[in-house]
């Protein structure tokens, strides 16, 4: 028995050598599913420190509500755990929205640019400051340190060209 | 022991008396991986590939090892192999495809704890096979298994566009089709004497 | 509010089944007319039953019962289980399949639409495992059986369980065609001798044939008015036919000609209406041709080799569970594109 | 010889209510009271306006430029002032405003001057410029900028050439009327394609339900100079569609994803080929169109149109409008979408107005659960399998829609024309493709602002790595400075002794300052500036050593 043992051992060893496996890329595939707002509403610095924090396993699927929760139902998928609501206290899915300037009162203190995790803000010193509607990804951290407040979120409208199809709702329970 | 009682050995393990549908063992990955068709084709080649040597190798054990007085170890010593079979399979299907690796997760490792991994060689044993015998009824076993989970797993691929009432929706429902497709199994009863 | 397209063809799902069950009913009469009027309390009590339980699922789910009840599949799913079974079953046989039918197979599902297994072949499994001596008290042909039971007396039969005045069951109950051939077969009689016995009728067992013929019939009519396609019963003959014939020319003597198989059992009414349910068969059309063809050689095996008389409802409940794989692998080529990749 | 034909598969029969609107000539629509130009009337970018609020402008004069590639220019119907130019109701299944350019018509319809493009001595892409100019896009509905189609591309020819006067959708009429009455015109369009596309085969495609149609492009057809193959194809919706007309007549499919030239085939619809031949042979820009107006009305008939017509002004030609009115629709009953509201104007793709009734279009009954009896797969001209796509569409599993080819379907509407379960299936797979047209659309936005972010980090870390290394070296050169005595030091030395003497002055300078024109102040007051002094010293002491800590 123990001679099976030891052999068995010694040819898991050998094929343990033999089958070395470098570091799979789970993190940019958990990367590539995150919306990339940048906002730190799951805690962790950005999109990248999060997948990683959920590939070491020490952040749940379930924290980033800018990812709704398709993003989720994509992780759990792709992990193969199970789906998890999204949890509350890391904020609620807002609809999509872009950060506008009010022009009469920036003063130009250049500090919303600094906080801007994509550079969406154009501007200098003692200069008018603007904000880029397509780079703006919603993540409202340019709103806390703006000194005089002069920044709000304005949902984006539907128009036109981004309208969809609504879901053809089937009146079949009224009798 | 000619050709035509390998095939009677083989139709009787997929179809009459099937490892998952007639003798109800290995439900937990069955009902573990068959959420999608690529998994549960995975998981089915890799059961195949530990089955069949796991039932090879413990007949030798059987035969030659243990003799006729140590047949107590009988169960520890088939561990041993089917734990060692199951680790090199690890180990070769994370370097082949990384990604059914993360998907299969758990289950892979759990093969070794898969009452059927363990059941065929036993079944062997109680049915006095030979060699070439208990690798037929081994390797039958396996494909019954694997067939049956890719089945399922289409079934239930389908069942997640069905409208089913929320107090079914999920593992219930998977539950009550695998029900229903060993009630169609028992239609096999008695095919093979 | 609802977008295009304004216009539709007149056609609806109740228009659908109220053909199926009218293609139905000339095999009845003949039904009624060769085995005595026993299958009509059968039938009737099937389709109460059917509706009643459609009514309560439909409630639960909080749907408006009416459309569901128009549609008429319960009532088909009814009358194939009743047809399926002996028509002097005792009553809480039918209750009992039609329950396991329209509940479990069909509402635990979803309803209409979302089940995966055949409702009808269901319940007949169900009640051919659980109970199987009731399941062989056919009711011999009016021509060789000794006494006529009349409509009230066969309900009274059924509901009761008591024979008028004296009568014995054996006098109005015969076993089935297949079920001699078993047994004959057992006793190592030879095919030829088997098929002299009087319940042999020429092609399949008397009485029967003419049953299986009109409901050829019916199915014929339904492929006329387009409610199925030709794909799914010509493969189903075809496969029977085809296993039967080898069979039979590897050993006449154990094994009897294909012929008798397609003019007994549930194989015309399988193959024209049991088998066509379009909503747990195969949709593409090679999908449907290796869908009957499948159904056909699984009930020559179960009949032949197997342990039960009529191995139809057993068929197609095998094949019910292989249609998600034979859709995903033969999916038809989609205009513009080259090849028939498998879309699974 | 009758061309050979092939089949596509499915296709239905819907009943065709053409005869109501052919038995009248096409009118001529008088000039309505307010144009509203909508500038996003093809695919593509929308057009720029280049005239301002209160300009006055001419018939045919270019009122919006085309932007970007994919795009055209937009014209004034008629002379007149610009009156606004802001969001109007469009025509468009949402609803929504769409920026358009209302004019208000002068009465004098004074036509800019134009003239015949001299195509034939012209160099090709400069013609098609001036075809984006002249706002030529295809009239069929799909409204794609011709100029683009009529590249003949890497190949430098497309060896067949179809006209398309299919027409297959019921209740319009357009392009049978303008084949009965203009076909000489079409096929002179038709001769400008065969130049820019040098085809070597000109086919016309019309249904065998248009015989006068069929006998006036005949007629036309044998004066051509050129061979034209004027081919009855039989009638089946959708055999109009593009892809389905080009397997009718030649047997080659379309491949999916590419375009027609792939094959060697390019369709353009008979009004397309109309407004080509005006804008080339007139140097009349696309500014009016052939529409049907027809369904639940006094006096169906066809109506050249000014594009930016009110539908309320289109509809009021054909009699006052019945109570019973139900509804608008653009379009047909199987293509078609419903119109909001009754001053949606007219654009390019406008090629019918159908007014519904509850009798002539009732409504839907409730949609029953899919039993999968396969009759949409039967009916599918482009063979896709409509009870799976609606499967997966239902359980909004995008993926798998996908897989199932969902971008096939040409939303013709055989699929829920025959469903038995009356179900919306057309609007599922509008629903699925516009959902995943946003996911994707969120998907390359989330790569732009990855790449930004990304791109960000690396600037801060350069950044900081330069302020490290500007620091290290500043550090070392003090560090060379401190070590030893050079003659430098000397003329440092003598520098900070110049420093220190200004620092000095400078202090003094300051303790000297005392109030000054205190001289005749009463006593209290001057203890009061007492006071403050010392307490002005008090601070400044507090101040220096609190530096010093």
Known sequence: MSGLAVFLGAALGFAAVRFKVQEDPIVEQIDAILPQTQCGQCGFPGCKPYATAIANGDAEINQCPPGGEDGIHKLAELLGVEFKPLNAEHGEPKPKSVAVIDETTCIGCTLCIQACPVDAILGAAKQMHTIIAQECTGCELCIAPCPVDCISMVPIAEDVATWKWKYPVVKLKVA | MDIQSYILILIGTVFVNNIIMAKILGLCPFMGVSKSLETAIGMGAATTFVLTLASGSSYLINQYLLGTDLTYLRTLSFIVVIAGIVGFTEMFVRKTSPVLFRVLGIYLPLITTNCAVLGIPLLNVQAQHNFIQSLFFGFGGAVGFSMVLVLFAGLRERLEGADVPAVFRGTSIAMITAGLMSLAFMGFAGLVK | MLSSPYIAEQSSVSIIMLKVLAALVPGIAVYVWLFGPAILVTLTLASVTALVLETIAVRLRGWPAKPFLMDGSALVTAWLLALSLPPIAPWWLIVVGTFFAIVVAKHLYGGLGNNLFNPAMVGYAVLIISFPVQMTQWSAPLSLAGAHLSLLDSAQYIFTGILPDGLKLDAISSATPLDTLRTQLQLEHTVREITRLPIFGNLGGTGGEAVVLMFLLGGLYLWLARIITWHIPAAFIAGLWITGGLFHISDPDRYISPWFHLATGGVMLGAFFIATDPVTGATTPRGKLIFGAGIGILTYLIRTLGGYPDGVAFAVLLMNIMVPLIDAYTQPKVYGHKQKEPAE | ?549
């Open chain 4, 1 to 549: 010889m009758t061309r050979q034909l092939y089949e596509f598969n499915g296709g239905v029969h819907p009943e065709e209510h053409k005869h109501a609107s052919t038995s009248r000539p096409i009118g001529i629509a008088p000039l309505p009271r307010i144009l509203i130009v909508s500038l996003r009337q093809h695919i593509g970018q929308p057009a720029k306006p280049i005239v301002a609020v209160g300009e006055q402008v001419l018939k045919g004069q270019m009122i919006g430029q085309a932007e970007g590639y994919v795009s055209v220019a937009v014209h004034a119907p008629t002379s007149g002032t610009v009156t606004a130019i802001a969001g109007h109701a469009a025509a468009h299944p949402s609803g929504l405003t769409d920026l358009c350019i209302t004019i208000a018509p002068d009465g004098a319809d004074r036509w800019i001057e134009h003239s015949a493009l001299d195509y034939r001595n012209m160099d090709p892409s400069h013609l098609r410029n001036q075809l984006r100019d002249l706002g030529i896009a295809g009239l069929g509905g799909a409204v794609f900028p011709s100029f683009i189609k009529l590249n003949p591309g890497a190949t430098q020819k497309v060896p067949t050439l179809v006209l398309n006067g299919g027409e297959c959708e019921p209740w319009i009429t357009c392009d049978d009327m303008l084949m009965r009455e203009r076909a000489a015109e079409i096929l002179a369009g038709a001769a400008v394609m065969r130049y820019m596309l040098h085809s070597d085969e000109v086919l016309v495609g019309i249904e065998d339900n248009k015989p006068e149609a069929i006998a006036a492009m005949q007629a036309a057809a044998s004066q051509c100079d050129f061979p034209v193959e004027v081919v009855t194809v039989p009638t089946l919706y959708p055999g109009g569609g593009a892809k389905q007309l080009i397997k009718t007549l030649t047997g080659k499919e379309v491949p999916s994803g590419g375009r027609s030239t792939d094959v060697g085939v390019a369709t353009f619809n008979v009004g397309t080929a109309y407004a080509l031949h005006r804008a080339v042979n007139h140097g009349e820009p696309l500014i009016s169109r052939i529409v049907t107006v027809t369904g639940n009305v006094h006096r169906p008939q066809n109506f050249e149109v000014l594009i930016g017509t009110p539908l309320a002004e289109l509809v009021r030609l054909t009699g006052a409008t019945r109570d019973d009115t139900s509804g608008y629709v653009m379009g047909g009953p199987m293509m078609g979408f419903d119109l909001i509201s009754t001053d949606v104007p007219m654009v390019k793709a406008t090629n019918c107005i159908l007014v519904k009734s509850l009798a002539l279009f009732p409504p839907p009954p409730p949609a029953m659960p899919c039993i999968r009896c396969t009759r949409c797969a039967q009916a599918c001209p482009a063979d896709l399998q409509p009870q799976e796509l609606y499967w997966f569409a239902r359980a909004k599993n995008f993926g798998k829609t996908q897989e199932y080819h969902l971008f096939d379907c040409i939303e013709c509407g055989c699929c829920s024309y025959v469903c038995p379960s009356h179900i919306p299936l057309v609007q599922y797979y509008r629903y699925a493709k516009s959902e995943i047209w946003a996911k994707e659309k969120d998907k390359k936005a989330a790569d732009l602002a990855r790449e930004r972010h990304e791109f960000r980090q690396l600037r801060i870390e350069r950044e900081q790595q330069e302020r490290a290394a500007k620091l290290a070296l500043k550090a070392s050169a003090k560090l060379a400075e401190a070590s030893p005595e050079s003659p430098d030091d000397a003329a440092n030395a003598a520098k900070k002794a110049a420093i220190q003497a200004a620092l000095e002055r400078a202090k003094e300078k300051k303790e000297g300052v005392t109030p000054r024109n205190i001289e005749n102040l009463p006593p209290e007051k001057l203890q009061e500036i007492a006071e403050i002094e010392a307490r002005r010293a008090k601070i400044r002491a507090m101040a220096k050593d609190a530096v010093e800590k």
